[in-house]
């Protein structure tokens, strides 16, 4: 049987991923996030394919961290407030030398440090434990102000979940940021319109979203959440706001599942596991569109 490395690296042909390329780290943890699912039997993965490429450009592009020294003390902060998508964090981290890739297959085991919701016990390169929604926008706002008062070089940057959104805790935080003038602040919503059991609309309805959040007092950025190219000018240009007294946001739109024809845009996929013809369908969906 392949070790973990080789079956996930397969469709390479026995070279070596190049992981500083949005794209190629982007189906890296697509590729680890169905493999991490399939063989923990977990739950999750629509969104693990829906933030792909935003994890994928914050780490390749964006984020100052460096893997051989996770807890450099001028490093870039992110936290994953969508916690339910920590495998997508796992794997970035991994490809990009954090940890060794194969521990990944260790994900949900008993005694693993990987665990379902990204947890920071153990883990390099991870700030905080999240999955407990609402969390985490307000964590990023005190260590966004921690930063100001220290004088700090550092960034913070915060990915939420459109769902997640409906929490009055987002928005207290949303309401303290433009009050602190927090503009070394970028957060990410994955705009993929489901949650849970159906959609955002039919939940808690949460349109005029992008106006929603320039009333809360935010600079405002709309992009397509699965082009690499589009996503990494929109964070760049959230860097260069600093000084303008105001947090970022960026609603990054997407498609929960991308990736997986038969998993795009339906909601099974936010709780059921790959397995059998399901999982080979989808490796092989994976594997025939390799950057």
């Known amino acids: 049987m392949e070790n973990y490395v080789a079956l996930v690296h397969r469709a390479f042909g026995g070279e070596t991923p190049d992981v500083k390329n949005p794209k190629v780290l982007a189906w890296l943890i697509r590729r680890n996030g169905l493999e991490m699912a399939h063989l923990s039997r977990g739950s999750h993965i629509g969104s693990v394919l829906s933030v792909a490429e935003i994890i994928a450009v914050l780490y390749t592009r964006i984020l100052r961290v460096d893997p051989k020294n996770p807890a450099w003390p001028d490093r870039d902060r992110l936290i994953l407030s969508k916690g339910h998508a920590g495998s997508a964090v796992y794997a970035a981290l991994a490809e990009t030398g954090f940890f060794p890739v194969e521990q990944l297959k260790t994900h949900y085991a008993n005694g693993s440090i990987l665990s379902g919701h990204v947890s920071h016990k153990g883990v390099p390169g991870v700030e905080v434990s999240t999955g407990s929604l609402g969390h985490g926008l307000g964590i990023g706002v005190g260590m966004a102000l921690g930063a100001r008062m220290d004088q700090a070089p550092w960034r913070t940057y915060v990915v939420l979940g459109d769902g997640e959104c409906d929490e009055g805790s987002v928005w207290e935080s949303a309401l303290q940021a433009a009050q602190y003038g927090l503009d070394r602040l970028t957060a990410i919503v994955d705009y993929n319109h489901m949650q849970s059991l159906t959609t955002v609309e039919k939940t ?16 405002v950025q709309s992009v397509d959440g699965h082009d690499t190219d589009a996503l990494e000018t929109a964070m760049k240009k959230a860097q260069a706001a600093e000084g303008s007294g105001k947090p970022q946001m960026i609603l990054a739109h997407t498609v929960k599942g991308k990736g997986v024809s038969f998993m795009e845009n339906n909601i099974l996929w936010h709780y059921r596991t790959p397995q059998g013809e399901e999982y080979e369908a989808a490796l092989k969906e994976l594997e025939a569109h390799r950057p």
């Open 204 to 219: 808690l309805r949460l349109e005029p979203f992008e106006e929603k959040w320039r009333d809360f007092g935010w600079d």
